[in-house]
T-cell receptor
Framework: KAGVTQTPRYLIKTRGQQVTLSCSPI?????VSWYQQTPGQGLQFLFEYFSETQRNKGNFPGRFSGRQFSNSRSEMNVSTLELGDSALYLCASSYLAGGSTDTQYFGPGTRLTVL | GQQLNQSPQSMFIQEGEDVSMNCTSSSIFNTWLWYKQDPGEGPVLLIALYKAGELTSNGRLTAQFGITRKDSFLNISASIPSDVGIYFCAGRIRETSGSRLTFGEGTQLTVNP
């Protein structure tokens, strides 16, 4: 079974631009979560989607948004990029959103650099 | 908010030695997960723990879910060079609106051959 895939793997953008990242979950998984990883803040939860609905949201500004499609693939968008948005963006998928033995599996991440 | 304190921050050991790292929290979690991350890659799940007191092994790795549900530890026995990487603990609280993972700061492991 293929793992979580994320595209693109690397992105370079300039301040003020917007960016869209894509995530395809493990086949059969219906929940997709996004995390931001930076050296200073570590791994921080952005949001979670399940059945095309946002189920949970972390403490990030409204410039960060996401959506999920009917095939469970998810995209996240960051508008008006700032230098501090440079990070590794990780997507994780799980079968259910919060089931008792639910486990999240991560993709390889998208490395975003904002210049 | 929820905080996970992971220690030690880094470890330098000789090949063949055993390693122990742990995470503590002021909050109760109902799932503990341990991940390993290599440079430029996403975290890879090592062990998942779902019940307080649970002790689970995966090869040379052993992890336990603390009785108080506020802590967990990971042991690696007979370390080898490929154990090098950053190890993260993650706790999850089951919420009616879904779930989120709270991560520790990570333990950077270096194994000298």
């Amino acid at each position: 079974k293929a793992g979580v895939t994320q595209t693109p793997r690397y992105l370079i953008k300039t301040r003020g631009q917007q960016v869209t990242l894509s995530c395809s979950p493990i086949s059969g998984h219906r929940s997709v979560s996004w995390y931001q990883q930076t050296p200073g803040q570590g791994l921080q939860f952005l949001f979670e989607y399940f059945s095309e609905t946002q189920r949970n949201k972390g403490n990030f500004p409204g410039r960060f948004s996401g959506r999920q499609f009917s095939n469970s693939r998810s995209e996240m968008n960051v508008s008006t990029l700032e230098l501090g948005d440079s990070a590794l963006y990780l997507c994780a998928s799980s079968y259910l959103a919060g089931g008792s033995t639910d486990t999240q599996y991560f993709g390889p991440g998208t490395r975003l650099t904002v210049l | 908010g929820q905080q996970l304190n992971q220690s030690p921050q880094s470890m330098f050991i000789q090949e063949g030695e055993d390693v122990s790292m742990n995470c503590t929290s002021s909050s109760i979690f109902n799932t503990w997960l341990w991940y390993k991350q290599d440079p430029g890659e996403g975290p890879v799940l090592l062990i998942a723990l779902y019940k307080a007191g649970e002790l689970t092994s995966n090869g040379r790795l052993t992890a336990q879910f603390g009785i108080t549900r506020k802590d967990s530890f990971l042991n690696i026995s007979a370390s080898i060079p490929s154990d090098v990487g950053i190890y993260f603990c993650a706790g999850r609280i089951r919420e009616t609106s879904g779930s989120r993972l709270t991560f520790g700061e990570g333990t950077q492991l270096t194994v000298n051959p």
